[in-house]
């Protein structure tokens, strides 16, 4: 377990530090533009499952960790370590932005860019496709595994460059409590954590029935 959860940190801090850091540096240097942005989102997240999925199972996000419990795939108690780990991780990664570079861009923090109703309906939709991904390529038993991380890191990437500029694209509620405790940004973070949860466990209980 201690293995799990050193994975689950590391993972989770890199994909928080490398997202919303290149938030930030695209703020302070407008280099990346939004494209840049998500790629990175995209890029972090393949890279991290490919280094400890075989570990940990990459989860690096509490929804896909309720998700996999919903799936029966891991257990409450073990589950819990999980999600306390991975909110830990991003809340350090955060601390680390705010030391580097100030609270530039509430540290990458999710906001919605119109109504609250709108990026809870997106970020129920994207977490929900970003669950049935993982599911059907990374634990179905006739998925070709090998390629799980290409295909989740490219479903993020797609998500985070169509859904960025409206919700944030979290998919992750560890992703956004990091960057809104650090910085203060706490207003709309429930939309983050509840629509997140809500879409993978939806999702957990879709891809259940579909392969029953």
Do not use: C
């Not at 991290?48 to 919903?70: C, D, E, K, Q």
């Not at 991380?149 to 998500?159: D, N, R, S």
């Not at 879409?199 to 579909?210: F, S």
């Amino acid at each position: 377990m201690r293995r799990k959860l050193i994975s689950e940190f590391i993972g989770t801090y890199f994909l928080v530090f490398a997202g919303t850091g290149a938030v930030v540096i695209n703020e302070l240097t407008k280099s990346l533009t939004h494209v840049g942005i998500a790629l990175t989102f995209g890029l972090v997240v393949m890279a991290m499952i490919y280094t400890f999925g075989h570990i940990s199972g990459a989860h690096f996000n509490p929804a896909v960790t309720l998700g996999f419990l919903t799936t029966g795939d891991i257990r409450l108690q073990e589950a819990i370590l999980y999600i306390v780990t991975q909110v830990l991780a991003a809340i350090a990664s955060s601390g680390s932005l705010l030391l580097m570079f100030g609270n530039v861009a509430n540290l990458g923090a999710t906001l919605p860019r119109f109504s609250w109703q709108q990026s809870f309906a997106l970020e129920f939709i994207l977490t929900f496709v970003l669950m049935i991904v993982i599911l059907g390529s990374a634990v179905h038993g006739k998925a070709d595994k090998s390629f799980a991380g290409v295909a989740i890191g490219a479903t993020v990437g797609l998500e985070a460059m169509f859904g960025g500029p409206i919700s944030g694209a979290s998919m992750n509620p560890a992703r956004s409590i990091g960057p809104a405790l650090v910085s203060g940004t706490l207003e709309y973070l429930w939309i983050y954590i509840v629509a997140t949860i809500l879409g993978a466990i939806v999702a957990a209980i879709v891809y259940k029935i579909l392969h029953e």
